[in-house]
């Protein structure tokens, strides 16, 4: 096998060199004699042209094994496949004379990636054989084959690409190796094709060792090294360095027709930019073949690894190693020992970072000579694993090396659409490989107990190593979202702490030590929340107590929902205070004529002094009296804390709201004006209430007024016409829960789960008085509370209307907005605008996209 590998180029070109003028056409016993010849001196293709004519004169089938292994020797499979096909799948199913070669028929088709057929044949030959050593080597090509029809094609990424033209010619160039000066240095024959093919007077060739140097888009043309290195009459070969790259290892050998009879390892060292005269490693060769040096670390000491047919191994070439002992002598040689080396050959021994390298055709491999790795614990060698596909192919795969990144590296291989002499796999050519850099990193959510997503958490990322150089605490909040991501340092130890306003924090340690690919980390955190202390505030007689939660639709008088809690929490009071009297108030914004408002007010508390009796109270003991707009609220310290812009004792009069800066802050100031208080006026003179039942409640943006953007003018105190979407929801009915508003598609269907909810701080915009002519824009700002990432598939609208949209996913917790343009040149009247954005996703258990509705209205004026 090593000498098939590394030296049949060199018989190809002894027989381009011999080739003399066509004779007279020879008869069959000459034909037959020259083969023999030829055979004799290495010259297998002269031999296999004269068996080819021998055979096309009488059709002997003897000659076709003859044919057949040489073909196998000049690794051209696709020939030797149908030159055994030819007689063995013919025989008659009681013939037994081609047994023998069922074994390299096998080893041919599973060259040729013909696995099922190999494992066929090959079963068959172990049935039959009475040779336990090749019954052995056979049972092995099965694994091997076996193994080939269930590796994964893509090897993680990897890619292996020839090295080009200029380094890789017709011939065969082998072992690789990237000196420290960022030079490839490699063996093969003169890159002068028809300078390789002359043949001087002793009928030989011999492989040199080149040197390429990289050029912008590739290899350049390799320059041989000097006769310091490159000595006449011996092939150079089998380059290696040591770990500094000052010391060159390689081969020089020489071979006897097909025979490779003597092969010794030599060291150079640099010297001022150049390579010194070479000296025999002394320790290592003997009376024996050596060849392919490696440097390497065993307990903690240099070695060479090579290969070697001496005493001591496990049969053909195999590998062993030399401890250094200095100045360039060596222990002496030690097998790897049977874990490694088989009754094959393994050879091209290749170390990095603990592990071996080398290619074997002794272990299951999917080709000829796979590559294989192994690693080392210190003490012992780990079994062999096979490098999988991309680095190994149906053919011979060999000489793989490394960078020092461990991210690259080179490997030589006959396989399919390299440079090739003579058929499509004789040639060796080298090829680089690249492995995608490995990576970590950390994806984080936050989560309540509950599942739902918490913005605004602390998450902190520590390195636990003690080191000195250990990176710093890394901290990030993200008050839109619940996902903090972060890049993870390799061999790192790290912790995770977690933390938000209202839970208890948590924690998880976790490192990236020992991974062998790249990995993502995520981590789910469900916080549980912190028991709530009660708080209470003690309310006086004298003290109006602003329900927050008693709101009420637009114009419209009726109890919702959400009113009910702070009614409930009137009746509870004046359950547990008998005696107890009190005044209901409700209070209007001044927008508006005052005699509606005044109106508007009164039926208000009366509608929630209706809603108390009916639950059983006295209605003597409730006063309801409506105040319109004629009572302003004046500003708390609470309200100032949470709107800046906002004095606490300020009165909310309608000078100061038209004198706030925006119309929002206008907005927020009506808010305040429209409430409804209670006062306590007759029995106990104070009481204690529980503050958490008088905070407000989250509220559906459906139940707030529509933004007015117009002048300023009035509302007129007709009824507001309700608008209607086309699924016929009703756009100012209460909130459902999970604030699914009236104007989505989700509406009234139960669906919380697996959907995303669109919360919008305002769904309707009132654009007031337009012109003619006149363009208005408006941002509709939004909230994905769902527990499912939302993707806008559409948007709809009439044709004044243009719209800009998020067109990635918003993840549960982000936000987003829509811009929207109206063009009122072509109207003619007011109207109301729906604005339909239809969803990627679907609502549960149905077909049909969600669908959310915006609206926005106008007066035109002419």
Same mark, same amino acid.
């Given at each position: ?7 049949? %180029?060199? =018989? ?25 010849? $030829? ?99 056979? /049972? ?13 094609? *893509? ?57 390429? %140097? ?19 009459? $011996? ?18 050998? #020489? ?25 025999? !490693? ?13 440097? +390497? ?23 062993? $190693? ?5 100045? +360039? ?114 994806? !984080? ?29 890394? %901290?990030?909040? *993200? ?8 890049? #993870? ?155 800046? $812009?906002?004095?606490?004792?300020? !009165? ?7 004198? #706030? +800066? ?48 117009? =002048? ?14 086309? *699924? ?7 909130? %459902? ?31 007031? /008085? ?42 549960? +917790?982000? =936000? ?29 258990? =149905?077909?049909?996209?969600? !669908?959310?509705? #915006? ?8």
């Amino acid at each position: 096998m090593q000498k098939r590998l590394l030296f049949s %180029t060199i =018989t190809f070109l002894f027989a381009l060199g011999c080739m003399a003028q066509p004779l007279n056409k020879e008869s069959y016993e000459v034909m037959l004699q020259l083969a023999e010849e $030829y055979y004799a001196m290495g010259d297998y293709y002269s031999a296999l042209e004269k068996y080819e004519e021998a055979y096309d004169e009488r059709g002997d089938k003897a000659l076709t094994i003859k044919m057949a292994e040489l073909q196998y020797e000049l690794r051209d499979y696709i020939k030797a496949e149908r030159l055994y096909r030819r007689l063995i799948d013919r025989a008659k199913e009681d013939d037994d004379t081609y047994n023998e070669h069922k074994f390299q028929y096998g080893r041919v088709l599973k060259m040729v990636g013909k696995y099922d057929k190999a494992i066929e044949v090959l079963n068959q030959f172990v049935a039959q054989t009475s040779d336990e050593t090749l019954k052995e080597l056979a /049972q092995n090509e099965i694994a091997g084959a076996e193994m080939a029809e269930i590796l994964p094609e *893509n090897n993680k990424g990897v890619s292996v690409n020839n090295l080009g033209r200029n380094v890789n010619i017709p011939l065969s160039e082998y072992s690789p190796a990237m000196g420290n000066d960022g030079k490839l240095y490699f063996a093969g024959l003169d890159r002068d094709l028809k300078k390789a093919v002359e043949v001087g007077e002793d009928q030989t060739h011999y492989s040199k060792i080149f040197v390429s %140097t990289r050029g912008e888009r590739s290899w350049e043309a390799g320059v041989p090294l000097d006769e310091k290195i490159n000595r006449p009459g $011996y092939n150079s070969n089998n380059v290696s360095f040591s770990v500094d790259g000052n010391t060159m290892y390689f081969t020089r050998s #020489l071979l006897s027709g097909n025979n490779l009879t003597e092969s010794k390892i030599y060291m150079s060292t640099k010297s001022g930019g150049s390579w010194t005269g070479a000296n025999e !490693v002394s320790g290592i060769n003997g009376e024996y073949l050596a060849t392919h040096p490696a440097v +390497g670390e065993l307990f903690g000491k240099e070695v060479l690894f090579f290969v070697s047919d001496m005493e001591g191994g496990e049969g053909g070439m195999d590998i062993f $190693y030399a401890t250094h002992k200095g100045g +360039g002598v060596y222990g002496d040689p030690v097998s790897l020992g049977p874990k490694i080396n088989t009754a094959g050959e393994e050879m091209t021994p290749y170390y990095y970072d603990g592990t071996l390298f080398f290619s074997s055709t002794g272990h299951p491999g999917i080709g000829g000579a796979d590559i294989f790795y192994s690693t080392w614990d210190g003490s012992r060698w780990s079994e062999p694993k096979n490098m999988g596909k991309v680095y190994n192919t149906s053919v011979d795969d060999l000489y793989f090396t490394m960078y020092n990144d461990g991210y690259s590296g080179f490997l030589t291989s006959n396989r399919p659409g390299g440079r090739s002499a003579k058929g499509r796999t004789c040639c060796d050519d080298m090829l680089g490989f690249e492995i995608p850099k490995m990576y970590a990193d950390l994806v !984080v959510g936050v989560f309540a107990e509950n599942k739902e997503p918490i913005l605004g958490a602390v998450v902190t990322l520590l390195e636990t190593s003690g080191d000195a150089e250990a990176a710093g605490p890394e %901290t990030k909040s *993200n008050d839109k979202g619940n996902r903090y991501d972060y890049g #993870l340092s390799l061999e790192k130890p790290y912790k995770i702490l977690v933390s938000a306003e209202g839970y208890f924090p948590d924690s998880l340690t976790f490192n990236t030590v020992g991974l062998k690919e790249s990995k993502t980390f995520q981590n789910n955190f469900f916080l549980k929340p912190k028991p709530v202390v009660p708080e209470y505030i003690t309310v006086v007689d004298s003290t109006p107590i602003v329900m927050e939660n008693i709101l009420y639709p637009f114009d419209s008088d009726v109890i919702t929902e959400q009113a009910e809690q702070d009614l409930q929490l009137i009746y509870d009071i004046m359950t547990e205070y008998p005696e107890m009297k009190i005044e209901l108030r409700s209070h209007t914004d001044f927008r508006g004529e005052a005699p509606y408002n005044q109106d508007l007010s009164q039926r208000r508390t009366e509608s929630a002094r209706r809603w108390l009796v009916r639950k059983g109270l006295d209605r003597s003991r409730i006063e309801a009296k409506g105040y319109g707009e004629g009572t302003p609220q004046t500003v708390s310290d609470n309200v100032a804390a949470t709107y800046d $812009y906002l004095k606490a004792g300020d !009165v909310l009069t309608e000078e100061y709201i038209n004198a #706030l +800066g925006t119309e929002e802050m206008k907005e927020v100031a009506h808010s305040l004006n429209r409430r409804t208080e209670f006062q306590i006026i007759e029995g106990p003179t104070s009481i204690v209430i529980e503050t958490r039942r008088l905070k407000k409640q989250e509220v559906s943006e459906d139940e707030e007024a529509p933004i007015k953007q117009g =002048t300023g003018t009035e509302r007129k105190k007709t009824q507001k016409k309700k608008s209607r979407s086309r *699924n016929g929801m009703i756009g100012n009915q209460a909130a %459902t829960p999970a604030t699914i508003s009236p104007m989505s598609s989700l509406y009234g269907r139960k669906v919380t789960k697996n959907v995303p909810i669109m919360t919008f701080e305002h769904r309707v915009f009132d654009l007031g /008085q337009v012109k003619r002519g006149e363009k208005r824009s408006m941002t509709y700002k939004f909230t994905n509370k769902g527990d499912t990432a939302l993707k806008i598939s559409l948007i709809s609208a009439c044709d004044c209307t243009t719209t800009d949209y998020p067109v990635k996913s918003i993840k549960p +917790g982000e =936000t987003g907005e829509i811009e929207v343009v109206f063009d009122s040149t072509e109207k003619e009247e007011s109207e109301t605008i729906d604005v339909d954005i239809f969803l990627e996703n679907t609502i549960p258990g =149905t077909e049909e996209p969600i !669908v959310e509705m #915006l609206q926005y209205k106008y007066e035109l004026i002419k």
